[in-house]
C-alpha cells in the first residue's frame, strides 16, 4: 500500500497539508509498490487539487487509518446526500473505504511516475470503470 505518515496530532496535520495543497503544487515522496509499475516505490510525485476528481485519476486521500494513500480514484456514489469516492491501488484485488472529496489533498500532475499517472488514457479509463462495476456487483449480489 502506497501511505504517506502524518504526526498523532491528524487533524492539525491534515488541515495543514491541506492549506498547502490549496495554495501551490506539493511534492510528495511514496513509499510503498502498491501502484506499481506506473509509481515506483521512493518516487517523487507533484500534487495539486482539482474541483473534480474522475475515474481513473491518481490521488492522495487520507485513509480512514489516518495514512495518506496515492491511489487510483475508480468511481463515485451518492450516499445520504453526500459524494463519495471510491479509490483503489492498481495492484489490489478490492477497493478502499469510500472518501470524500474532502479527504482528497490532491490529483498527481507530475514528478518522477509514469506519463500515464498524469495525463490518464482513455483506454485506462475506461478499465477502471470496469472495477468499479465489479465494486458495484459484488455489493449488490451481497445484498
Known amino acids: 500500500m502506497n501511505t504517506m505518515h502524518k504526526s498523532n496530532n491528524s487533524l492539525s496535520m491534515h488541515d495543514a497539508v491541506r492549506q498547502l495543497t490549496r495554495?501551490?503544487?506539493v511534492t510528495v515522496t511514496v513509499k510503498g509498490e502498491c501502484m506499481m509499475p506506473?509509481?515506483?516505490n521512493d518516487a517523487r510525485l507533484q500534487i495539486t487539487p482539482a474541483k473534480?476528481?474522475?475515474p481513473g485519476d491518481v490521488v492522495v486521500a487520507l485513509s480512514k487509518n489516518s495514512h495518506y494513500l496515492v491511489h487510483r480514484v475508480i468511481g463515485g456514489y451518492w450516499r445520504t446526500g453526500r459524494l463519495k469516492l471510491l479509490t483503489q491501488a492498481d495492484s489490489a484485488l478490492r477497493s478502499d473505504v469510500a472518501v470524500l472529496p474532502g479527504d482528497i489533498l490532491g490529483r498527481v500532475t507530475g514528478g518522477s511516475c509514469h506519463p500515464y499517472t498524469v495525463s490518464v488514457p482513455l483506454s485506462h479509463r475506461l478499465k477502471?470503470?470496469?472495477c468499479f462495476g465489479?465494486?458495484?456487483f459484488r455489493k449488490v449480489v451481497k445484498s
Open 23 to 25: 495554495d501551490e503544487t
Open 38 to 40: 506506473w509509481i515506483e
Open 52 to 54: 473534480f476528481y474522475w
Open 128 to 130: 477502471t470503470l470496469l
Open 134 to 136: 465489479r465494486v458495484i
